[in-house]
């Protein structure tokens, strides 16, 4: 005679370890998370992706944007260098491929600002007004063409959108 168990989730009773019915619904919830991720990966290994990386490590020519907002000066080695989207792929995704939308960073200016961004709506917008920040010092300071000076149009669009509550704050780490 078999030994039933009730679910408790759906509160069905089943037998075995695992709820089939709750344990398939999580399953396919997993492969789709999955398959997002996977696909947005995969932009990153296209030869525009590398194309347009190298065209914001010249602009930016390797300085920590991130840590300019503070006025420190940073300049990293190509290996280090971490290019970041300043409105999140997710939020604003005509932009991925927007050179205005991207910034150099290093890896821990780039844990720092994720922190930030996951964090509450306030602490979203003093991440993006210090990276306002930095590009205007680097601007002002450090660029030596100002006709390749980053149009901040996007940066004040998507502040606008965090500050109205249109662009969703994700928890579940890196997009």
């Not at 296209?46 to 300019?68: F, G, P």
């Not at 660029?143 to 579940?172: F, H, P, Q, W």
Request: proline share 2%; with cysteine.
């Amino acid at each position: 005679m078999p030994i039933y168990r009730r679910c408790n989730t759906c509160h069905q009773l089943y037998t075995g370890k695992k709820c089939p019915e709750c344990s398939r619904k999580r399953d396919a919830k997993y492969r789709k998370r999955l398959k997002e991720q996977e696909s947005h990966k995969q932009n990153y290994h296209l030869y525009l992706w590398q194309k347009c990386r190298r065209n914001v490590m010249l602009r930016y020519m390797n300085y920590d944007i991130w840590l300019l907002g503070v006025g420190q000066t940073y300049v990293m080695s190509n290996e280090e260098v971490i290019v970041h989207h300043i409105a999140e792929r997710d939020d604003m995704p005509d932009y991925f491929w927007n050179i205005d939308n991207l910034i150099t960073v290093c890896r821990e200016s780039h844990n720092e600002i994720h922190a930030l961004y996951d964090g509450s709506r306030e602490e979203k917008l003093q991440a993006l007004d210090r990276i306002a920040a930095g590009i205007r010092y680097f601007n002002e300071n450090i660029s030596e063409n100002t006709m390749l000076g980053n149009d901040m149009s996007i940066l004040d669009e998507y502040r606008d959108m965090v500050r109205s509550g249109s662009a969703e704050i994700c928890k579940n780490g890196y997009r």
